[in-house]
């Protein structure tokens, strides 16, 4: 191995972030997975990710309508506080203009 210039990687140790034990109140589930959806602008759905960019790590939120499968807001930020989430859904009623 030394010859040809090899070392081992080792396999990196899966690390939990999610701490469920907790006495927070805890969001009903509502959409009861039903993602099939007959009207437009009746349940939308959202997510916030993370991405790397070459300045760092950037957050990444949107919205989703289930019925079109399209993105109705997004928005990107250097931080995942509470103005990343309002940009997204100010962004998602303007253009959808839902009821």
Same mark, same amino acid.
């Given at each position: ?21 907790? $006495? ?5 589930? &509502?959409? %009861?997975?039903?993602?099939?959806? /007959?009207?437009?602008?009746?349940? @939308? ?7 790397? $960019? ?5 957050? &990444?939120? %949107?919205?989703?309508?289930?019925? /079109?499968?399209?993105?109705?807001? @997004? ?25």
């Amino acid at each position: 191995m030394r010859k040809e210039s090899l070392v081992v990687r080792c396999k990196r140790r899966f690390v939990v972030t999610t701490d469920s034990n907790h $006495a927070d109140p805890i969001a009903d589930n &509502l959409l %009861v997975r039903q993602f099939v959806q /007959s009207e437009k602008n009746k349940v @939308w759905t959202t997510d916030i990710t993370y991405l790397w $960019a070459m300045q760092g790590w950037v957050y &990444l939120a %949107v919205v989703i309508d289930l019925y /079109s499968r399209r993105i109705v807001g @997004w928005s990107i930020d250097e931080h995942m506080e509470t103005s990343l989430v309002k940009r997204v859904l100010n962004m998602a009623i303007n253009l959808r203009n839902p009821e």
